[in-house]
């Protein structure tokens, strides 16, 4: 009887170590991952900024020279998301907002919407969607240069009705086959250069300068 009670007992406290180690390594595991994440995340947005801002055009640290934006507005922020601030020798440049367009076919389309300190458009890069390869997805810079269509472009060269595509009277061109993918992202587009026009002075001047 004791000899039982002795193989539960080895037993229980066998499948309780084992429990602790397994649940140890999963959380190891998952931290690991998500610092991975973390950083790969970063690098991926890192890379989309200096496409926007070249690395001659800047010499702050943009991923720590940061303004923090509230949720919803005219950037349609999910929830309060950062903008990047360009500065040259403490100089602002441009700032780079994240904008969410709505209505995309498939929901919503994430992008980045970089804006120099005259109002004018210096990039657009989509940075998230799940719109229709071979239709819609011409919006991202790899398979189309669509995107580029709104460098240089403001408030002051375009007006409210020539910010929209085409076919809706504006200045934009549609894709081939996909005109509700483009109308969401000029939408989208606009709406930050309006957002910009309200708030360009709380935002050169609010932003914390980091790592020059
Ligand atoms: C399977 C399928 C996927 C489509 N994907 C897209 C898309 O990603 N983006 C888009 O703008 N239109 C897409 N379209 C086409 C739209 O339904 C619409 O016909 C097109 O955008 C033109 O819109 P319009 O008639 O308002 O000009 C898709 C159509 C089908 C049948």
Redesign the pocket.
């Known amino acids: 009887m004791d000899s039982v009670k002795q193989s539960v007992f080895r037993a229980v406290v066998g499948l309780g170590l084992f429990a602790i180690i397994t649940s140890g390594l999963i959380a190891t595991t998952q931290s690991l991952t998500k610092d991975t994440i973390a950083v790969e995340i970063k690098k991926a947005q890192s890379k989309a900024l200096i496409q926007i801002v070249p690395l001659d055009e800047h010499n702050n640290d943009l991923l720590s020279d940061t303004v923090p934006l509230n949720e919803g507005g005219l950037l349609n922020l999910p929830h309060t998301t950062d903008a990047y601030i360009a500065r040259n020798n403490g100089e602002p440049v441009a700032v780079i907002f994240p904008v969410t367009a709505a209505n ?3 929901g919503p389309i994430k992008m980045i919407v970089g804006i120099d300190t005259s109002g004018k458009v210096k990039g657009v890069r989509v940075v998230g969607h799940r ?2 390869p071979g ?3 011409k919006i991202e810079i790899k398979k189309s240069d669509w995107i580029l269509s709104f460098n240089g472009k403001s408030l002051v060269s375009h007006t409210d009705e020539q910010w929209k595509v085409k ?1 809706d009277g504006g200045d934009f061109d ?2 081939t ?8 992202v000029v939408s989208g587009v606009h709406n930050a250069l309006l957002f910009f026009k309200q708030n360009q002075h709380v935002i050169f001047d609010g932003g914390k300068s980091g790592g020059h």
């Open positions: 995309g076919y498939s719109e229709t239709l819609g997805d076919k549609q894709l086959g996909a005109t509700i993918t483009p109308r969401a």
